[in-house]
């Protein structure tokens, strides 16, 4: 027999149905502008970056770097005329440290995945545990100095988004590179040009001009080295080679080289446009 609320069970299912409809346009409509409004701030972002870039090169990254990214300091490197690609590799390697240290803090006990997630995105070992530096080079290296200098890039890069990592890769790319230093290296640029381009079957060394070019100009994620700071050079090798610094298709490259044998490569690529 059929009732009051019987008869109005269609009604109320398409009342349902409607109410049902309007909530998912709702919250199609509410998806929509939040994707939009994402969209909007990534190309915002996009927009505002050279000059963000250019802010920072100016006001941060020339006092260590100098005026252009032409370094004045033998410790800090040249980023002036350096590859796009590399540059950004190393800006995002810092920022992902601040990841790295939040997983650190929490205990994360997974140890070997987490080891080689960091190594394969930084390429470096946290800290450095100690330079004998001597006096091989003018300038002093501790490794309170480079804790210090780790910290600083480490702190630089946290709030970079890639936009700005990118248009900083950018500027830097285009500045006119540094003139080659002149003056005293304790190295033998003869022996590092020879080393240079030819390698040294009988330790292992395969040309360095392979990968970094015969005017060690880089390419792509590949570093420029030439007019780099033999000092700068110099004391990465050393991380290379001690696994302070993790790239182990270099690691294998430069384990049998003496520490003249960097200072030789050092102050050839150092005399390089």
Known sequence: METKMTRNLPRVASL?????LAVTSTFAVVANAN????ANTKALAQELAPARAQHLAVTWCSA????????????????????KDYIVN????????????TWQAKDVTHEGYVEMWFKDITGWRKPYTGYVHSNDYKSERTPRNEEKAW?????????????????LAEFFSKQTPAAPATGE?????????????????AKGLLPCQMCHGPTAGGQGSIPRLASQHADYVYQQLLAIRSGQ???????????????????????YVQSLK
């Open 245 to 267: 610094r993790q790239i182990d298709q270099m690691a294998a490259l430069v384990a049998n080289l003496s520490n003249q044998d960097f200072k030789d490569v050092a102050a």
């Open 185 to 201: 290296v304790n190295g033998n640029v003869a022996h590092g040009q020879a080393l240079f381009l030819n390698g040294d079957a």
């Open 35 to 38: 994707e939009l409004d994402d």
């Open 151 to 167: 910290d600083f890039m480490k702190g630089v890069a946290r709030d970079l988004d890639q936009p700005t990592m990118n248009a």
């Open 64 to 83: 260590c770097h100098g005026p252009g990214g032409r370094s004045v300091n033998p410790i800090f490197p040249n980023l002036a005329g350096q590859q």
């Open 16 to 20: 349902l149905t409607g109410i049902a």
């Open 90 to 101: 190393q800006l995002i390697n810092f920022h992902n440290l601040n990841q790295w240290e």
